[in-house]
């Protein structure tokens, strides 16, 4: 349940959202949880000044696939039936939680390769900097073809105008951008000839491109995947400091 550091992420798509984090970056006290194992377990908040405390009732619902099933490493946790209600100023009951044993395996993320990542860019200013810029991606991309690289993604923005949106109409034109041109492979050498080709802009392609920038990097991917228990052993090894 994210009550305490995950307060205002948590909260990122509803309207008291704004207000909190407001708060929260204009205050030295953030919100804070306490809990009591005595009975009905009772939840301490920190005054928020703004609001009502009960809005913890919204977070028992964030990042739950399955209210009813709701996997820990400790166990699965049903809270389909859980409710909140204030007993006192800043003070929340919540009862109805219900618990059935783990489950046999570990959810574990793993790190692998994944091919390379290339990228060059170049910048183009004043008149027609846009219809230059779209030129020179043209232009990368028909000689990486020709040259006989193949991509599982190639991407060319033009940042200042679509590289967080895509393409747009109605837009008004930026007096300057930049060409980014960056391609995913299994290929090194392909991923190399990205960076290769935006450099060949300067006296290949169209006039006005300055600061070229390249790069290839590893891709490392993450996949989560289950993991039977009894393939993890687990030691514990007291060490005391000399």
Not at 24 to 47: D, S, Y
Not at 87 to 114: E, H, M, N, W
Not at 168 to 194: D, F, I, T, W
Not at 203 to 219: C, H, L, M, Y
Request: charged share 25%; proline share 6%.
């Amino acid at each position: 349940m994210a009550i305490d550091g995950q307060f205002n992420g948590a909260l990122a798509y509803s309207k008291f959202k704004r207000r909190v984090v407001y708060y929260l970056f204009h205050n030295e006290k953030c919100p804070r949880l306490a809990h009591a194992r005595k009975g009905n377990e009772l939840l301490a908040m920190q005054a928020l000044e703004i609001g009502n405390v009960a809005h913890p009732d919204f977070e028992k619902i964030v990042e739950i696939d399955d209210p009813a099933a709701y996997i820990t490493p400790d166990c699965v946790l049903d809270m389909s039936a859980i409710s909140l209600a204030e007993v006192a100023p800043d003070r929340i009951q919540l009862s109805g939680a219900r618990a059935t044993p783990r489950t046999p395996s570990y959810k574990v993320s793993v790190g692998y390769f994944d091919g390379y990542l290339g990228e060059g860019q170049l910048s183009y200013g004043g008149p027609g900097a846009v219809a230059r810029a779209h030129l020179a991606g043209n232009i990368v991309k028909e000689r990486l073809s020709i040259r006989g690289f193949s991509f599982d993604d190639l991407r060319i923005d033009l940042i200042g105008l679509d590289s967080l949106h895509g393409p747009g109409k109605g837009r008004p034109e930026p007096y300057e951008v930049r060409l980014r041109v960056a391609g995913r492979s299994e290929s090194r050498a392909a991923a190399e000839a990205v960076g290769w080709e935006v450099a060949a802009l300067y006296t290949n392609g169209p006039s006005g491109g300055a600061g070229d920038f390249s790069s290839v990097r590893e891709i490392l991917a993450v996949q989560s995947v289950l993991l039977e228990r009894d393939l993890v052993p687990i030691s514990v090894k007291q060490i005391e400091a000399p």
